[in-house]
């Protein structure tokens, strides 16, 4: 007998290639890894067709042998590209012989297809019937082949030997279906007793299967409701142990110390909202009520305040800062680039006024220090700014990486503003905490609002706090594709409406996808494109780049035009002279990566072109645009790409510029995206964090899963009830994993 841990090979038989294919392309080494690798979908092989009885259009599931297949190339009569397809003639087991049609616009995958399907070749083919001429066809039809020609086992295959809901697994080059089901089959009727970390009573109250059941059923299912039950098994213990994590992370957070942040030292923020010249908004009112609340605390507050592009973000995060300078304390604001940091220290002297004034001549009598602090600082500034933390002097403290150094020290640390994108793991977070002295208070701020349930996956230990509603003066902002596949002459019309907006007094951003040539922004991510297989798909042109762009507008389209060019490879003084250029209305046009993507704030600017625009994902495409209409003027954002219609690229650029509605977009972000990305992936091989759970799907899984793990951790924290299950959350604990969950 073998158990989950025995390796895979045990199973796999004495075809050293296959196997070393499944080991090396699949990642499976033991046999839990080979029983976990679980089918995306099934070929209902019980329900074969007779040809004799067909109807147009109807489903059609059958089996048979290719007798002919030939490989075409043809014109696109849409977009006058060569397009491929490969035609098959099938003879269908006692059902006379059917004509099959693969089409692609890929010439590699259609010669995929022509060397699988060689004459010879048997399978399960299955797709909506269609008649052409007096002959019955299928149209790009799902298929499952049994091995080559020259396979005994598979060529002797009929609809009664063949499982009622065959599984397709996931695959890689040199496995077909047929070897992974054997495979499976075979380690099912061999495999020892396995291990079953939920109680009994815990499976009753949540309606969840057995794992040796669960297991069995989804690889082997006699009806689709074994299916269902089976995936609920595996998404429910996936769910309860990443909500066990964090549940025991919020409860060492909720028993740690901290110092209560209640005010009335110097009176700035009383100050401060004396001076808006404006009224807060409902939530912003009622946001920063649940803040000061959780401030005065004697333990450390942890909140996500989330909210739509110019929804006040950072005017709650500088009061939740004032009220803790105005208890005696000090604040800090850690921005992920120097570009936002320095832009975060403009924005938040200039609200503050005489009030940032602290220990300088003319500053008013409640007014604190404002530092700044990033990696570029010459010696001399650094020493002013690293003096002005450790007195006290300091407040506020803007700044990037830099601001975890040993050399900083406070004078007493008590609130921590993150931005969205600083990975502030559990080392970061205890080095400021060393700093504190007792544990300070936290405040994530995030521009991409998220679905509630990614909230409490991604960010299970923090409260999460909602602003939805836009202050006044934010204009529309309107946003159109540009499709260059379909219409290459539009790319004129580009660059004149540019032309029209700075005509108008108005400013302009060009964002592009490379600093230069292959050369990306640091932290930039493209948005990977994949074929039917799901193989990667290189561009097939060049990317635009900030250097190559701005050269050829300099000199074409927008000459006469005062141009700039920002991204992360310059020197920090002259990416902050081109922003204070900009800001001052010097530059008309501003070509750059998406170093502007967040915090950047110019009231002039009205228009945004994003080149190649599907190589940026949904929420970073709302966040870019974001950048305009912002001084009470319409803006326009437009998004140029040679993606293709009804591709999925294509489909995410129509989502962005059907709405402005950034709770939608976050939502079709999440349904695009592939396995994995929502929670970024181990840095073992790649895996999945995730692997049976999709936080949009599966809510109500997750709710339960939460509800669980909160009786579970009430009645033991240590988990002893449960020990296989303590042993999992141990090593999720340990593992990487759960950096995800550190917020992560």
């Known amino acids: 007998m073998i158990t989950l841990g025995t390796p895979v090979a045990a199973v796999l038989g004495d075809q050293t290639r296959k196997r070393k294919a499944?080991?090396?392309?699949?990642?499976?080494e033991t046999v839990g890894d080979l029983l976990h690798h679980f089918p995306r979908r099934y070929l209902e092989t019980g329900k074969l067709s007779d040809l004799g009885s067909l109807r147009e259009g109807q489903l059609l599931t059958i089996i048979g042998?290719?007798?002919t297949s030939d490989t075409k190339s043809y014109?696109?009569?849409r977009t006058g590209k060569p397009a491929y397809r490969v035609e098959v003639l099938l003879r269908a087991d006692g059902a006379g012989r059917l004509k099959m049609t693969f089409f692609a616009k890929s010439q590699w995958i259609v010669k995929s297809w022509g060397e699988k399907l060689q004459p010879g070749r048997r399978g399960v083919f299955q797709g909506k019937a269609s008649q052409f001429g007096q002959q019955w066809q299928l149209t790009n039809p799902q298929m499952l082949l049994f091995g080559d020609g020259g396979d005994e086992?598979?060529?002797?295959?009929s609809l009664e030997n063949i499982p009622p809901f065959f599984p397709i697994y996931p695959l890689t080059k040199g496995v077909e279906a047929w070897d992974l089901q054997r495979a499976v089959a075979f380690a099912l009727s061999v495999l020892d007793e396995v291990p079953e970390p939920l109680t009994d009573d815990l499976r009753e109250r949540y309606d969840v299967v057995g794992r040796r059941q669960a297991i069995e059923w989804i690889h082997g299912p006699e009806e689709f409701a074994q299916v269902t039950a089976a995936r609920r098994r595996f998404r429910f213990e996936e769910a309860l142990v990443?909500?066990?994590?964090?549940?025991?992370?919020?409860?060492?957070?909720?028993?740690?110390?901290?110092?209560a942040r209640t005010g009335g030292v110097s009176k700035i923020l009383e100050a401060f909202d004396s001076r808006l010249p404006f009224d807060l908004t409902q939530g912003q009112?009622?946001?920063g009520e649940e803040i000061q609340a959780e401030l005065a605390q004697p333990h450390p507050m942890h909140r996500l305040l989330q909210g739509e592009v110019g929804s006040g973000k950072t005017l709650v995060a500088l009061r939740a800062m004032l009220r803790t300078v105005d208890s005696g304390g000090q604040a800090v604001l850690l921005a992920p680039t120097e570009v936002l940091a320095q832009q975060h220290y403009r924005s938040i002297t200039a609200m503050l006024g005489d009030l940032a004034g602290g220990g300088m001549l003319g500053g008013a009598e409640e007014s604190t220090g404002v530092a700044l602090l990033t990696g570029s600082m010459t010696k001399d500034q650094r020493k002013r700014a690293l003096l002005d933390i450790v007195t006290g002097d300091a407040g506020i403290v803007i700044g990037t990486h830099a601001l975890l150094e040993k050399a900083v020290e406070f004078h007493d640390l008590g609130l921590v503003v993150v931005d969205e994108q600083h990975r502030f793991g559990v080392e970061q977070r205890a080095a400021l905490t060393d700093k504190a002295g007792t544990p300070p208070h936290v405040l994530v701020m995030t521009a991409t609002p998220i679905p509630r349930t990614v909230a409490m996956t991604v960010f299970g230990d923090l409260e999460v706090s909602t602003l939805s509603e836009l202050p006044a003066g934010r204009a529309p902002i309107q946003t159109n594709v540009v499709p260059l596949a379909d219409a290459p002459q539009w790319l004129g019309r580009v660059w004149e409406r540019v032309r029209e907006e700075v005509a108008k007094g108005h400013q302009a951003y060009v964002v592009c996808p490379r600093i230069s040539g292959d050369v990306t922004e640091a932290g930039q991510q493209d948005v990977q494109q994949y074929d039917e297989e799901?193989?990667?798909?290189?561009?097939?042109r060049p990317l635009a780049s900030v250097e190559e762009v701005a050269e050829g507008l300099r000199h074409g389209a927008l000459q006469g035009l005062r141009m700039?060019?920002?991204h992360g490879r310059l020197a920090p003084e002259e990416k902050e002279r081109t922003m204070r250029a900009f800001a001052a209305g010097e530059i008309d046009v501003l070509v750059s990566t998406t170093v502007i993507e967040v915090g950047v704030d110019v009231a002039n600017a009205t228009a945004m072109v994003l080149l190649d625009a599907d190589r940026f994902g949904v929420s970073q495409l709302h966040q870019l645009r974001g950048r305009v209409g912002r001084g009470g003027l319409p803006g326009l954002c437009l998004l140029v790409s040679h993606a293709e219609f009804g591709t999925p690229a294509r489909e995410r650029l129509d989502a962005v510029a059907s709405t402005t509605d950034g709770f939608v977009l976050s939502q079709v972000d999440l349904e695009q995206r592939r396995e994995g990305d929502v929670l970024g992936k181990r840095q073992s091989g790649g895996r999945s964090s995730l692997v049976t759970l999709k936080v949009l799907r599966d809510e109500e899984v997750i709710l339960e899963a939460r509800r669980a793990a909160d009786e579970l951790l009430d009645e033991d924290l240590a988990l002893g009830q449960v020990p296989l299950l303590r042993g999992t959350v141990e090593e999720t604990e340990r593992s990487n994993a759960s950096e995800f969950l550190e917020k992560s």
């Open 153 to 157: 086992e598979t060529a002797a295959l």
């Open 534 to 540: 799901g193989n990667p798909i290189a561009p097939p």
């Open 75 to 77: 014109t696109d009569r």
């Open 564 to 566: 700039g060019v920002l």
């Open 242 to 259: 990443l909500q066990l994590v964090l549940g025991r992370r919020r409860r060492a957070l909720a028993v740690q110390g901290a110092q």
């Open 22 to 28: 499944i080991v090396e392309g699949l990642g499976i």
């Open 65 to 67: 042998e290719v007798a």
């Open 285 to 287: 009112s009622q946001v």
